[in-house]
């Protein structure tokens, strides 16, 4: 089945979501689909091909197309389409290095609140960190990788600054396709567990300085361990 094939059995889901504008509808849809690979890098449609698939007018599909080009995930080539954008080598080095400073400074924030917000962001990281464990030991690689992004979700929430989670947010679609395809070439994410866990404790007891250096040091750590995969699998682009 093909991705278009794809797209017409999820077409009247999209278009029953309560309290979702059609537009909204079509990106959600579409963002899936690219976020899952089901719209591999290079895919190519017409608006018109989208349109009839979902079974919405032009005018939503194509708002939807123009936010998920404005997020780095898709060129529209004008009377002709869009094409689903790869992500390079280089690409992805800017993105996680973008994502880590981001996330250093989600720590910083979070870490120097008052103790009953720290604490409260505590309980919820730690849930997460007990999910990756429980998938680790359960052989589960996709549920890692769902609770990994959970904890990740959640250090940009509890900090307290919206316009940092928000393109943070950005961020993390553009790397979630690399992490996809390089979850099963990567060794064992035992160490990112732990260094999770780790991080939950330095934050808990307002170790400031200890919980950016350890997270910084994690980034870095994912950051070398990426760039040596893709260049050991020749992954020029994903």
């Known amino acids: ?36 690979a089901e719209l591999p ?58 994502l880590g400073a981001l996330e250093v400074a989600a720590v910083e924030q979070m870490t120097s609140q008052e103790e009953s917000a720290r604490h409260a962001a505590c309980i919820l990281l730690e849930g997460a960190v007990k999910s990756m464990g429980s998938a680790l030991d359960a052989g589960d690689l996709d549920a890692w990788a769902d609770a990994d992004r959970e904890f990740h979700r959640l250090l940009l929430e509890c900090c307290g600054n919206g316009r940092l989670m928000a393109f943070a947010d950005t961020m993390w679609n553009q790397a979630h396709r690399v992490r996809l ?11 990112s567990t732990k260094d999770h866990g780790d991080l939950v404790n330095l934050i808990y007891k307002g ?32």
């Not at 089945?1 to 059995?9: A, P, R, V, Y």
């Not at 890098?41 to 091909?49: N, V, W």
């Open 41 to 98: 890098p290079g895919f190519l449609a017409i608006e018109q091909e989208i349109s009839d698939k979902l079974k919405m007018s032009r005018t939503p599909v194509r708002e939807a197309l123009i936010r998920l080009e404005s997020e780095g995930m898709i060129t529209i080539f004008p009377r002709r389409g869009f094409r689903v954008s790869s992500v390079s080598v280089e690409d992805a080095r800017e993105i996680f290095h973008v």
């Open 207 to 238: 170790d400031v300085d200890a919980a950016c250096e350890l997270h910084r040091t994690h980034r870095k750590k994912y950051m070398q361990m990426l760039m040596k995969l893709m260049d050991d699998y020749r992954l020029n682009h994903v």
């Open 181 to 191: 395809i390089t979850l099963r070439l990567r060794p064992l994410p035992t160490g």
């Open 1 to 36: 089945m093909n991705g278009l094939e794809k797209l017409s059995t999820k077409g009247s889901i999209a278009a029953r979501k309560d309290g979702r504008t059609l537009h909204e509808n079509a990106y959600d849809t579409l963002k899936e689909m690219i976020l899952s």
